[in-house]
């Protein structure tokens, strides 16, 4: 069956560390992955997009790499600040138009 | 811009009541989409709009629900009857076009809480 699998359990670091998320899929070829915020009583809100031919992707301290070998997409925060704390969500486009959303982590950053 | 405008932004309501919950795209958007979110299953897309044509419903849980978008300004979400296993968090979507990697802009989403 489908799946897109991110770690149920919240991630907790100390600010300044690099927080890396992790998104694994099973029986999807997407063409491309993205990757959303989500603060508690708002919408998700869109941070980046990666496509298959993609290997990675910057955008200032965040960094996505997509390895579709592995069916794997790894979303890097560099010197994690108190408010990067939020939940995150990986979707991928399956073979039709749909963003197919992950569970989403939570990440937690201590002061 | 306003962003994607969803009203109420709660709503409580007794079982066996109508509730309709309203969406107002990004001017420009083609696409909108309205999604249900809970802890259990995460978010679900229910249904697809493209400039203004339900495209895909097959995620709409029944019959109970459903969706209208009479321009490209405004769409509704309706529940009739609605029951306590409706109790979610509803997300209304637009993007510039579908399928070729257009980020999803989510409106704040309306809490409903059936008792």
């Known amino acids: 069956s489908q799946k897109i699998e991110q770690n149920s359990e919240a991630l907790n670091i100390q600010e300044g560390k690099t927080a890396t998320l992790t998104c694994n899929y099973t029986n999807y070829s997407p063409a491309y992955l993205q990757w959303y915020r989500q603060d508690p009583g708002r919408g998700p809100v869109f941070l980046l997009l990666?496509?298959?031919?993609?290997k990675e992707k910057r955008k200032e301290r965040l960094k996505v790499t997509f390895d579709t070998t592995l069916k794997q997409s790894l979303f890097h925060i560099t010197a994690s600040q108190p408010a990067d704390s939020a939940t995150y969500l990986c979707a991928l486009k399956d073979s039709s138009y749909k963003l197919i959303f992950g569970s989403g982590t939570r990440l937690l950053v201590r002061p | 811009d306003a962003g994607v405008i969803q009203s109420p932004r709660h709503e409580v309501t007794e079982m066996g009541q109508e509730v309709t919950l309203r969406c107002k795209p990004i001017s420009g958007h083609n696409s909108l989409f309205w999604y249900r979110q809970t802890m259990m299953r995460g978010l679900e897309l229910l249904i697809y709009?493209?400039?203004?044509?339900?495209?895909?419903d097959s995620g709409m849980p029944e019959d109970r629900f459903s969706a209208k978008m009479p321009n490209a300004s405004f769409s509704t979400l309706k529940i009739q009857p609605s029951e306590p296993r409706d109790s979610a968090v509803y997300f209304c979507?637009?993007?510039?076009?579908?399928?070729?990697?257009?980020?999803?802009?989510f409106g704040p989403g309306t809490r409903l809480t059936v008792t």
């Open positions: 709009f493209n400039n203004n044509v339900p495209i895909d």
């Open positions: 990666i496509r298959e031919n993609e």
């Open positions: 979507a637009s993007s510039l076009e579908v399928g070729r990697g257009s980020e999803q802009y």
